[in-house]
T-cell receptor, first 111, second 122 residues
Framework: QSALTQPASVSGSPGQSITISCTGT?????????VSWYQQHPGKAPRLMIY???NRPSGVSNRFSGSKSGNTASLTISGLQAEDEADYYC???????????FGGGTKLTVL | QLQLQESGPGLVKPSETLSLTCTVS??????????WAWIRQPPGKGLEWIGN?????????NPSLKSRVTISVDTSKNQFSLKLNSVTAADTAVYYC?????FGGGACFEAWGQGTLVTVSS
């Protein structure tokens, strides 16, 4: 099972909005609303930011939002802040024998 | 909320078995509310799911690692463990234990340990 496809990098200026895409197949993102997004700062463990496509865990800023269209999920960060600079990973449930699949990660740079 | 902490050797020789333990606090590992997982990240690379352990005692492993992996639980110590045998340099990674519960169909990880680097080298 190949990884979900994410852009290697995105960038934006403070205050702007950016969107990170995550493309899968009908075996994962396309057929199931089980997409999650994680933020990872250097040397730190990943932190859950979005679950089940568009839900935010308690404590996560409402500047983070998620959506899905067809086989592609998206994470949007509005009002970019310097602290948002990190790596972001999507993951999904998959109906294949793998069960869990991750994207390759996207490095967000705040200019 | 749940807190997880990995422990184990930081250096393993090629062909030997990597063994790690995750100690859980803030909740019972026997609770049917959670599932427990191991996830790894090679240096400078992305995340790779290793497997899940469910409160029923059943497991689900990544097919690419299934022949070498065992995830088990010790309820008396509120711990779960990872064993990966016949390791090679390609198994060098930061290993995270994690847990999930109500979301994601078994694929969403709400709590994570801090991670532990395991290097495979002679």
């Amino acid at each position: 099972q190949s990884a979900l496809t994410q852009p290697a990098s995105v960038s934006g200026s403070p205050g702007q909005s950016i969107t990170i895409s995550c493309t899968g197949t009908s075996s994962d993102i396309g057929d199931y609303n089980y997409v999650s997004w994680y933020q990872q700062h250097p040397g730190k463990a990943p932190r859950l930011m979005i679950y089940d496509v568009s839900n935010r865990p308690s404590g996560v800023s409402n500047r983070f939002s998620g959506s899905k269209s067809g086989n592609t999920a998206s994470l949007t960060i509005s009002g970019l802040q310097a602290e948002d600079e990190a790596d972001y990973y999507c993951n999904s449930y998959t109906s294949t024998t793998t069960l869990v699949i991750f994207g390759g990660g996207t490095k967000l740079t705040v200019l | 909320q749940l807190q997880l902490q990995e422990s184990g050797p930081g250096l393993v020789k090629p062909s030997e078995t990597l063994s790690l333990t995750c100690t859980v606090s803030g909740g019972s590992i026997s609770s049917g509310r959670y599932y427990w997982a191991w996830i790894r990240q090679p240096p400078g690379k992305g995340l790779e799911w290793i497997g899940n352990l469910y409160y029923s005692g059943s497991n689900h492993y990544n097919p690419s690692l299934k022949s070498r992996v065992t995830i088990s639980v010790d309820t008396s110590k509120n711990q779960f463990s990872l064993k990966l045998n016949s390791v090679t340099a390609a198994d060098t990674a930061v290993y995270y234990c994690a847990s999930g519960g109500s979301f994601g169909g078994g694929a969403c990880f709400e709590a994570w340990g801090q991670g532990t680097l395991v290097t495979v080298s002679s």
